[in-house]
């Protein structure tokens, strides 16, 4: 149907219609536009990223030191090193439990939060908390909780369980554990809010629909809502995987410091004690290139698992 616009005469025309060189002054306006953002992401973005490549391939020991070609001896000293094959199951780990839990937890904390239940508002800033907390300040909080005096220790104790306290972060087998506890309660709350935005959207009719049927919240929530949302997810979990990663070098350093020996290493935290620490510039941007590696296949294999099928 055309709209027509009437003129002061009194007669209607129809709207005018842009001509094609309008039209393309208005592209170029929008090109000019957006350089800048894009010079910004070449230079910072894309040109680290290039570094990396470059650096991997350079015996770089310290950054006043001489540097010389190395082409591919990092890749043979990086793969002939038992720690760095620790910090890769150690990252696997890590990964194939933290990012599941997560994703499925917030997920169901999110509809819970989406049905609008008593207090909800509340609930949804309760939730949010330890987004709100500095990543110092969270480290501080579990170091308190699980230091051989504290808070975890105490209650085991009290409740006559005395004989499973532990040095909880100065433990081989639980160091891990405690890093990826702590990806857990950092994490799940924010993405459930993400989820409550998203499933807020969702319109209740489709929900009701599937109650009037016989569903109940269960089968609603995984069979109705889950596919109508689920690009959604496979967004959310790219991300949460991505900050899994490349964010767990932070809660090493701040609570193991990958330890004790490398049974708390991940890839991530390698990458900075290499650079950092050992000054050895060329190992440790031959592990970031295979950080990089991973992270490329695994947001393919996320984004092809969670794509829509309709």
Same mark, same amino acid.
């Given at each position: 149907m055309t709209t027509l616009t009437p003129t002061r005469g009194g007669t209607a025309l129809p709207p005018p219609v842009p001509s094609p060189s309008a039209a393309r002054r208005r592209r170029e306006g929008?090109? $000019?536009?957006?350089?800048? !953002? =894009? &010079?910004w992401y070449l230079v910072f973005m894309v040109g680290p990223m290039a570094a990396i490549f470059v650096v991997a391939a350079l015996h770089w020991p310290g950054m006043l030191q001489p540097v010389t /070609?190395? @082409?591919?001896g990092n890749v043979r000293t990086v793969l002939d090193d038992p720690v760095f094959w620790e910090a890769v199951r150690?990252?696997?780990?890590?990964?194939?439990?933290a990012l599941p839990v997560m994703i499925t937890c917030a997920y169901m904390l999110g509809y819970y939060v989406a049905q609008r239940p008593p207090g909800h508002r509340v609930v949804r800033y309760l939730l949010f908390v330890p987004g709100l907390i500095s990543t110092p300040a969270k480290a501080m909080v579990f170091y308190a909780a699980l230091s051989p005096d504290g808070l975890a220790n105490g209650a085991l104790k009290a409740v006559g369980l005395g004989s499973l306290t532990d040095a909880w972060l100065a433990s081989p087998s639980t160091a891990l554990g405690c890093l990826i506890a702590l990806d857990l309660w950092s994490g799940i709350g924010f993405t459930a809010v993400l989820f409550a935005a998203r499933l807020s959207s969702v319109p209740?009719? &489709?929900?009701e629909a599937a109650q009037l049927d016989g569903a109940g919240h269960w089968r609603t929530m995984w069979r109705i809502h889950f596919p109508v949302i689920r690009d959604y997810v496979g967004v959310v979990t790219m991300l949460q995987f991505l900050w899994t990663l /490349? @964010?767990? !070098?932070?809660? &090493?350093l701040l609570l193991t410091q990958? @330890?004790?020996?490398a049974s708390s290493t991940t =890839?991530? /935290?390698? &990458?900075?004690?290499? !650079?950092? $620490?050992? !000054?050895d510039l060329g190992y440790s941007q031959t592990v970031g290139v295979f950080l990089f590696l991973i992270g490329l296949v695994g947001l393919l294999l996320i984004r092809r698992s969670f794509r829509q099928t309709h």
């Open positions: 929008g090109t $000019i536009l957006a350089v800048p !953002a =894009l &010079v /070609f190395a @082409g591919l150690n990252t696997a780990v890590q990964l194939a439990v209740d009719e &489709v929900g /490349f @964010g767990s !070098a932070q809660h &090493v990958g @330890g004790p020996g =890839l991530s /935290f390698l &990458v900075y004690q290499k !650079a950092f $620490i050992a !000054a």
